[in-house]
Every structure is written in C-alpha cells, then in structure tokens.
C-alpha cells in the first residue's frame, strides 16, 4: 500500500481513515521491501515506533489535541541527535555513539506527536554531494539503483522518495536537502539561516549549516518546517522566528516577478532545460512574470564555499580524537599520545572527510589565510550582495535547476573536481543565508530509465512561505515503485 504525505495522512487520520498504528505498520513494510537495495536508513526503530503509535492512538481516541504531526512517522538524517539509537554520522569514528540528549528538532517533532521511526544514510559527516560517503556504504536512487540519489542527505531524500516514509529532516550546508530532493523527484527546503536551531546537529561548517524538511510535496514539507522553526537560546545563531506564518501559500501568483539567473542557462542538460522552461511556462499563465537577473559573482561560489566549509569542518572536527568519545585506536609499544590521535583519526575517518579537513587546515594556516579563507569572505560578502540587489528590484524569488543533470551513475565522478560542481547551483543560497524550496519539475531518460530533475526557488529571508507556494504551483512529485 502506499505511503501518503504528511497532508494526505494528517486528512485521512481526521476521517478516522487511517491510524497511527496502521500508518507506522505500512512505513514498515516499505522499509523491508526496498531499503536493502537502496540503503537509505542505517537504523530502523521498529518496535519503538510500533509503541509510540499505539500511544498516539490512545491520545487522540481519548480527544486529547491534535499536534501537527500527531502520529505521522518522520526519519532523520543521522546526524541529528537522538537518545533513541546511536548517532553515526555515517562513520566509523562515532559507529558506536549514543548521545545523552535530543536534538531540538528531535524535542519540537516529539512534542508535536510525530513518530521517530529511523535514522538515514548520509554522506560522512554530511561532507560529500553523492550519497557515496557513508562509513556503512552507499545510498542508492529509488528511480534506478544504479545512480547516485544526491548528498548529503541521501537516505532522506531516497526514503522518502522510494514512499518509506511521509517525511524525513536533512541538512543543508551546500545543497544537501535540495541537490538530492531535486534527484529522488521530492520536495526540499533549506530554511533561512537561524530558522531552525542546529543545536543538537553534528556541525560540519557552523555558518553555513540548516537542518530542513524533505517531503512528497511542497506543502508536506512545509507543515514539518511550522513544527520545527522557533527559536532556541541553547543555539546562538537562532533567530526569533517560530513556525507560525509558514504554509505553502497558494495565493494569486498575478504580477510576482520572478528571476532566472543569465548564469544559470548553460551547460544544464535537456532535461533540466526543459523543466526550467515547463515551469516558467506554469508561473506565467498564473501570472507570474519570468525575467532575466545578472548573479555577476555566481562565478565565484565553489570556490569561496569549498574554501569556507573546509575550514570551519577543520576546527569543527578537531574534537573527535579518540580520546574524549569516539573510535580509539590500540597504542602499540612505544607510542604516545600524537600517535593515539593520528591513527584514531585516520582509522576512524573516511577519505572525503579526510582530504575536506586537510584542505581546510591548509587554507587557514600561516602564510595562507589572507590569500585563501579571507577572500573567500570577501566573494561570499559579494554573493550575498548580488542577490540582495535582485530582491531590492522588486524580483520575488530566484528560479534555477537544483543540479546541471539528472542523477550520475554510482562511481563515475571519482575525480573531486567534477563532483563538486554537481553544487554549482545550490552552494551560493548557504553563503548568502538565504531559504530555498526545491522540487522535482520534470524527467530525463537517461538508459531507458526516466530520472528526476529539479529545480529551485530562493527568496529574501524569511519569504519560505512564498516560496513553497511557486514550488508547489510547479512540482511534479512521483514515488519510485
């Protein structure tokens, strides 16, 4: 049977069509149908998942209120933190880690009454743009299990793109919610920097980080970003902004402008032509008008966001040694200290997460840190600038693909540099701290298979409400059977 959206299922539970238990036992078994040849969940909470529904059951048939998400299953990338399970972050270093506490959204989801079913595949410590990462092997495309579903959140977007659950959280620190909602052919948002508190989110660049909601359809995954979003003192990037006023607005799309970068029009295949054009075909006959808009240092995000993020994840993962918590090598005769952390590291660390702390480290050190990090603050100064100056010429939102292509086949970008530019399009929103929703809008045949493309609306902070109602008004959601 199939698994309904979080608005789908939120209506039938209110019918009395559907329960929790009956919700979570469908969940289960899709789980047990495809998750071992996609691998998208490294941890499935089964029998806990069965309770928490019989008591969100009881809840509701004694007439207590309805949260938002009272009894809909929901997965998590596994590196947010849950006292329930381990938290990997997909690798070996944290294999065996339980933390002490909830995540805030982890708290905010249970106190809305949803149920925590598992924990995703991910790319190690979130760094990687494939899927192809994880400590625990790799997240396969629900469209064709020979492709890569997109990173970091990979077994997010793959579960709920293979229909294994109404929603799922990701985070996002340079596409890794919309690059694979765009690939799995599902909704992601990536929310205004301090939306949502990362308190309780494994960091990998603390100033570019945002947990964010992966989701069937634009308004599924707006109802999880109501329920998440506040504020939080125990994150002092958080902003003061509660989830009220989000809600896939569907208002009259007449006379809202909307911009599509010069930037963004070569170099993408078919497909994604296609879909941009298909799209901006649906925003025009609602009303909508589509213009050209100049991102002049567009140009310059890779870089700076390869230099920024390797540097922050160079400070940020220093802690795990080996010694506090974490993977600990055995000391052979003869060795001390600086031995018990290299070999901690360098067997508890995969080669992605490796090669991203030493360029960081390079790139901060004597001799190179003016050359490197502190002009990449300058261009990330830029790009947040280009967009300013777009919105300040009335422009809405900013319309481009989620990737140049469909989805790649598992190993055939080994080399870094190609891999990277996959974020071409989704790295620039991060640096400039900006929301961003994005769907699949259209298909690609790719050997004999069609694939999921996607595309993506950015807007001023705080616009995630007009955003995911352009989303809505284009997206072309399909479950992969």
């Known amino acids: 049977m199939s698994i309904p959206g979080v608005m789908q299922a939120r209506a039938m539970m209110d019918r009395r069509e559907l329960t929790s238990s009956e919700l979570v036992e469908r969940c289960l078994a899709r789980i047990g149908e495809r ?66 506490f909830d995540a805030a959204v982890v708290e905010k989801l249970k106190a809305s009454g949803a149920i925590i079913i598992g924990k995703t595949n991910l790319d190690e410590f979130a760094m990687g743009g494939s899927g192809e990462h994880s400590a625990f092997g790799p997240t396969r495309n629900p469209f064709d299990a020979t492709r890569v579903p997109g990173g970091s959140s990979s077994g997010s977007a793959a579960a709920v793109g293979a229909g294994m659950v109404p929603a799922a959280l990701g985070s996002d620190t340079g596409g890794s919610i919309r690059q694979p909602a765009g690939w799995c052919g599902i909704a992601g948002c990536k929310p205004t920097y301090g939306r949502v508190s990362r308190f309780g989110l494994v960091a990998y660049a603390s100033s570019l980080d945002q947990i964010g909601t992966m989701a069937p359809r634009a308004a599924d995954a707006a109802a ?46 078919q497909g994604v032509s296609k879909a941009m054009a298909a799209a901006e075909d649906v925003l025009t006959a609602a009303g909508a008008k589509c213009e050209h808009v100049e991102l002049p240092h567009a140009g310059a995000a890779i870089a700076a966001y ?41 067997e508890g ?20 840190y003016d050359a490197y990090y502190l002009t990449a603050l300058k261009a990330r100064r830029l790009i ?33 540099l190609s891999l990277y530019l996959e ?22 045949t790719m050997d004999e298979r069609e694939l999921p493309v996607g595309i993506q609306f950015i807007g001023p902070m705080r616009s995630e409400s007009r955003l995911f109602g352009l989303a809505g008004a284009v997206e072309r959601p399909a479950v992969a059977g």
């Open 35 to 100: 998750n071992g040849e996609l691998n998208a969940f490294v941890q499935v909470f089964g029998d806990e998942a069965r309770e928490d529904a019989r008591a969100s059951d009881e809840r509701v048939a004694a007439g207590a209120a309805r949260g938002v998400l009272e009894g809909i299953p929901v997965a998590l990338k596994d590196n947010i933190a849950t006292v329930r399970g381990r938290t990997t972050c997909a690798s070996r270093h944290l294999e065996q880690y339980r933390s002490p």
């Open 423 to 444: 974020d071409v399009y989704t790295v620039g929103v991060n640096l400039a701290g900006l929301p961003a929703v994005a769907v699949g809008c259209g298909r690609e």
């Open 384 to 416: 947040r600038e280009d967009y300013e100056a777009c919105f300040a010429r009335g422009i809405s939102a900013i319309m481009m693909p989620t990737s140049p292509g469909p989805a790649f086949v598992l190993g055939a970008k080994s080399d870094p």
């Open 306 to 346: 390869y230099i920024i993020a390797t540097a922050e994840a160079s400070s940020n993962l220093a802690r795990f040694d080996g010694v506090r918590y974490g993977r600990r090598a055995e000391l052979r005769p003869g060795e001390g200290l600086m031995e018990l952390f290299c070999r901690s590291r360098s």
């Open 224 to 269: 999880v970003l109501g329920v998440i979003s506040g504020h939080d003192p125990r994150d002092s990037t958080s902003g003061p902004w509660d989830g009220g006023e989000i809600a896939a607005a569907a208002g009259s799309l007449a006379g809202v402008r909307i911009g599509i970068p010069v930037q963004a029009a070569d170099g993408n295949s």
């Open 349 to 368: 660390l995969g080669a992605e997460v490796q090669k991203r702390i030493m360029l960081g480290t390079h790139v901060l050190s004597s001799g190179y």
